[in-house]
């Protein structure tokens, strides 16, 4: 499995294992959990994603209890994620599901992720959403201080902007190591509306949530664009989902996947996609099918 380096202190699998759907397994068990994060292992893929209001904010506790007794933490790198408030678990008083950046909130929400997970540090702390009330300068130098303390080696975010990353960006000495974006077949616009092209211009690699679409491919009303894809995978003696996969890897942007499911046979699979190469009239080829019409 190949390796990002995202700054000379941090390298990430170019697949990482997303843990959103921990909570929803039937099965929940240390055990059962170590099974797959082993199964990644056995594929070089050692990024771990998390963060706090994954499973109404138990994901990250079923990961610590996991890790705990085990070698397991030595041999991943952990990613987790902060500030966003929904009545749910430790948060079931609020009244509304918010954002919050300020310097008391995210502080805390590092130290209960460091403690349900059982570690000492976090890889790669990312601001979950952007805030419109986020005071730039606050969240800043809350994020710098946490570095500072050692308590996280770096920071990130998910689902900003490019003017949302300039703007904490501007109030931090630590430099902003990924963004982590939704893009798949379904959400193509990142390639075409800035942001991707932001990030490769600041040398910043993307990490891409859901790059299945959430399942959606596979649904009844995406099955034109799912029959041109089995089409491609099979000349490729492949599948919809390793091509899918192995598109986005193709992309010179160095995005990395974040492939979630809690089915030990498909977390054995999902390493199939870096084996895959992908050309230019290839990813073209892909490209149009996810359009629907050939690019102008």
């Not at 211009?201 to 399942?215: D, K, N, T, V």
């Amino acid at each position: 499995m190949q390796r990002v380096k995202l700054n000379e202190e941090l390298s990430l699998s170019r697949i990482a294992y997303g843990m959103w759907r921990l909570g929803d397994d039937a099965d929940t068990s240390a055990p059962h959990i170590q099974a797959k994060i082993e199964s990644c292992l056995s594929q070089g893929i050692t990024t771990m994603d998390q963060a706090d209001i994954y499973g109404g904010y138990m994901a990250e506790e079923l990961f610590g209890a996991a890790l705990a007794g085990t070698s397991l933490r030595d041999q991943i790198e952990i990613v987790t994620k902060c500030d966003i408030v929904a009545p749910a678990g430790r948060h079931a008083a609020a009244r509304v599901k918010y954002y919050d950046t300020g310097k008391a909130h995210i502080t805390k929400s590092v130290e209960d992720s460091l403690r349900l997970m059982g570690i000492e540090q976090i890889d790669l702390l990312l601001v979950h959403r952007p805030d419109p009330m986020m005071d730039h300068h606050e969240t800043g130098a809350a994020l710098d201080a946490l570095v500072a303390s050692g308590k996280v080696a770096n920071i990130g975010v998910s689902n900003f902007r490019p003017w949302d990353m300039e703007l904490l960006q501007s109030a931090m000495q630590t430099k902003l190591a990924t963004n982590q974006i939704e893009i798949s077949v379904l959400a193509h616009t990142p390639f075409t509306n800035g942001d991707i092209a932001f990030l490769q211009r600041h040398g910043i690699p993307p990490m891409a949530w859901s790059p299945l679409a959430g399942g959606a491919l596979f649904a009844p009303e995406n099955k034109a664009v799912h029959d041109s894809l089995a089409a491609i995978a099979a000349r490729h003696d492949s599948d919809v989902t390793s091509l899918v996969v192995a598109w986005l890897m193709a992309h010179p942007a160095r995005i990395m996947p974040v492939m979630g499911t809690n089915n030990l046979d498909r977390i054995a699979r999902i390493g199939d996609a870096a084996g895959l190469n992908i050309d230019r009239e290839t990813w073209f080829e892909i490209y149009t099918a996810a359009l629907g019409r050939e690019v102008a």
